[in-house]
């Protein structure tokens, strides 16, 4: 018995058994991933209230479709009974800007702006920029 497991050794380098790639290992743990921030997506309806330098409060509804594109949604001035939509549409980073276009009763409204908003879960950070700067606050509605 002794001559036949040193026969098998002593062979095996020749019939290539000592070269046997040994069986793979198991991959190392990967480190957890950390998680995706919440959505900051803006598509939705918004509504709130907006203030300029009058000191005259009036109300904002705005509908975004898209974050991005030529037309990408709605936006009313319900109190000031003008509106339009929202064109040249595009997210940079963790803010949106539209462009307006109004196409009912523009004389009642200050001449189009750019509005700016930062999302974050039901709240929207809104800025238009156009005769003035106005922030405010919008809410998502449900």
């Known amino acids: 018995m002794r001559r036949?497991?040193?026969?098998?050794i002593v062979?095996?380098?020749a019939l290539g058994l000592a070269d046997a790639p040994?069986?793979?290992r198991p991959a190392p743990p990967r480190p957890a991933q950390p998680r995706p921030a919440p959505s900051t997506s803006c598509l939705g309806r918004?509504?709130?209230m907006g203030r300029g330098g009058s000191g005259l409060p009036w109300s904002i509804d705005m509908v975004v479709t898209a974050e991005r594109g030529a037309r990408c949604g709605t936006i009313e001035y319900p109190s000031?009974?003008?509106?339009?939509?929202l064109v040249n549409c595009h997210r940079d980073g963790d803010t949106v800007t539209w462009t307006e276009v109004y196409?009912?009763?523009?004389g009642a409204c200050a001449p189009?702006?750019?509005v700016v908003g930062r999302c974050t879960g039901a709240t929207m950070g809104?800025?238009?920029t156009g005769q003035e700067v106005v922030h405010t606050a919008l809410q998502r509605a449900e």
Do not use: K
Request: charged share 5%; glycine share 14%.
């Open 80 to 85: 000031l009974r003008c509106g339009g939509y």
């Open 112 to 114: 189009a702006g750019v």
């Open 4 to 8: 036949v497991v040193s026969l098998v």
């Open 126 to 128: 809104w800025t238009w």
């Open 103 to 106: 196409t009912h009763n523009p």
């Open 22 to 24: 040994s069986p793979p």
């Open 11 to 13: 062979l095996a380098p």
């Open 46 to 48: 918004w509504l709130g």
